[in-house]
């Protein structure tokens, strides 16, 4: 009974004690591999809300958002994909998506508006220990019709990509995407990357 209560009272204390930060992964070794994959297997079914969110600011409720991609949530993604398709992931798969966030921080924001160009002139700035960082590369296509609602203004939706260079940044730290109207209005989005795989 003795040994029970010491393991019980362990476990409970370490329930509280606080994780190590684990930043984001940079470089994935094969057990984190199979994690991202595993990941994306047992949560398939999860909207992509719950599936992101991790990595998700959510602006405004079922609307504006900014999600994060690390090579972790895209090898994520790609194997939740799979399983949905009643497949495993092919070694290249896996390669390709990887490379894809190799050496940046990419962020896709999806933005609703009232036309299909009111996102054009967005632009986009990490802010990075006080200092501002441009992207290395920005696509702010037309936005698409969303939904229809009699008797309502029409209403678009559009998906714009910021990317920045990994370099100089340290992934123990926190970063804010600042997204940039035409008139000037800021939108902020913090993203604690010690806290993201």
């Known amino acids: ?8 009272t362990l476990f409970t204390v370490d329930l509280y004690l606080p994780r190590p930060a684990q930043a984001i992964w940079t470089e994935l070794k094969d057990s ?4 991202a994959i595993q990941y994306g297997k047992r ?5 992509v809300d719950k599936f992101l969110g991790e990595w998700m600011v959510v602006w405004r409720k ?3 958002r900014v999600g994060l991609y690390t090579k ?12 949905l398709e009643s497949r495993e992931l092919r070694p290249e798969e896996i390669k390709n998506t990887m490379a894809k966030a190799e050496g940046k921080l990419s962020f896709e924001l999806v933005l609703y508006g009232d036309t299909s160009h009111f996102a054009r002139n967005y632009h ?3 802010n990075y ?25 029409p209403v678009f939706r559009a998906f714009c990509s910021y990317e920045f260079t990994l370099t100089d940044i340290d992934p123990n730290t926190e970063v804010t ?3 940039i109207t035409p008139s000037g209005m800021e939108r902020q989005a913090i993203f604690d990357l010690s806290r993201m795989r």
């Open 62 to 64: 079922d609307a504006d």
């Open 32 to 35: 984190q591999i199979e994690e």
């Open 1 to 8: 009974m003795a040994l029970l209560l010491t393991f019980l």
């Open 129 to 153: 220990k006080e200092r501002y960082i441009q992207p290395s590369f920005k696509h702010n296509p037309d936005a698409e019709p969303y939904g229809w609602r009699p008797m309502s203004p």
């Open 43 to 47: 949560y398939k079914n999860y909207d």
């Open 72 to 83: 972790f949530n895209l090898l994520a993604v790609a194997a939740r994909n799979a399983a």
């Open 124 to 126: 986009a700035v990490l």
């Open 177 to 179: 995407l600042i997204l």
